[in-house]
C-alpha cells in the first residue's frame, strides 16, 4: 500500500520530536549557503526552509546539508509553510514532523543553537 503513494518526510520517522519551542523572525539569520556578513561577527547564523526539508529523499542529500552547517553557532529551520487542510491530525503531524527535523539537526550540530523560526506568526502578530 505504501508503494501506491508518497508519505511526507518518511525518512525522518522515528527520531526524537521534543518541542523546545518556536523563535519569532531573526534578520540577523541569513539563508544557508550566503556569504559572510557583519551578522556573522559572533559565529555564523543560517536557516533552511521547512519545506526544502520536507523535499529531500535520500539522507546523503541530507548528509550533505549537515557538513554545510557544521560552521555555523545558530541555526533555524524556518517555518515557511503550514498545512492549509482544516483535521488538526494533519497540524499535529506536520508539526511533530518538524521537531523531529530540529531533534535530529541539534543531534548532528552538537555546537550549534537549533531552533524552529517562525516568520509566519510574527506576521500576525504585527498588524
Not at 526539508?53 to 546539508?65: M, T
Request: with cysteine; glycine share 4%; charged share 25%.
Amino acid at each position: 500500500m505504501k508503494s501506491t503513494y508518497k508519505l511526507l518526510g518518511a525518512m525522518w520517522d522515528r527520531l526524537p520530536s521534543e518541542n523546545p519551542g518556536f523563535i519569532l523572525w531573526d534578520c540577523t539569520y541569513s539563508p544557508l549557503g550566503s556569504k559572510r556578513s557583519l551578522f556573522d561577527t559572533r559565529g555564523e547564523r543560517r536557516f533552511i526552509p521547512l519545506s526544502h526539508l520536507f523535499s529531500l529523499e535520500d539522507p546523503a542529500q541530507l548528509s550533505l546539508l549537515v557538513e554545510r552547517l557544521k560552521e555555523c553557532s545558530h541555526v533555524a529551520l524556518v517555518l515557511d509553510y503550514v498545512p492549509t487542510v482544516g483535521s488538526l491530525v494533519n497540524l499535529e503531524f506536520f508539526i511533530k514532523r518538524a521537531n523531529q527535523m530540529r531533534s535530529f539537526f541539534a543531534d548532528a550540530l552538537p555546537d550549534a543553537e537549533v531552533r524552529i523560526m517562525t516568520p509566519l506568526l510574527a506576521e500576525r502578530l504585527s498588524s
